[in-house]
Nanobody
Framework: QVQLVESGGGLVQAGGSLRLSCVVS????????MEWYRQAPGKQRELVAS???????NYADPVKGRFAISRDNAKKTVYLQMNSLKPEDTAVYYC??????????WGQGTQVTVSS
């Protein structure tokens, strides 16, 4: 059973930075595409960033140039470095794995709140 444990969220002023972490267990971490999502109040969950097993990254347009996704296969951890944060980045952030289109049950997420 795959488990996803996110951490690193918090309250930060606009323009600040946070680094999120997600520790994964129950799967061969290195072969999975890893993804970060977010869900703001009243909105659907959206994909923010992804990283393949080879390290290729992709970002949603609203976060390009500000967020950076990375992974440490030895630690079975995926990170999301978030810089130049904006109030509209406020959301609960979740990670998930993607293995051939198969994703796991969501973890508890980590709350990010950006004040103006």
């Amino acid at each position: 059973q795959v488990q996803l444990v996110e951490s690193g969220g918090g309250l930060v002023q606009a323009g600040g930075s946070l680094r999120l972490s997600c520790v994964v267990s129950g799967t061969i971490f290195s072969i999975n595409v890893m993804e970060w999502y977010r869900q703001a109040p009243g909105k659907q969950r959206e994909l923010v960033a992804s990283i393949t097993s080879a390290g290729t990254t992709n970002y949603a347009d609203p976060v390009k140039g500000r967020f950076a996704i990375s992974r440490d296969n030895a630690k079975k951890t995926v990170y999301l470095q978030m810089n130049s944060l904006k109030p509209e980045d406020t959301a609960v952030y979740y990670c998930n794995r993607n293995l051939g289109g198969v994703r796991s049950a969501w973890g508890q997420g980590t709350q990010v709140t950006v004040s103006s």
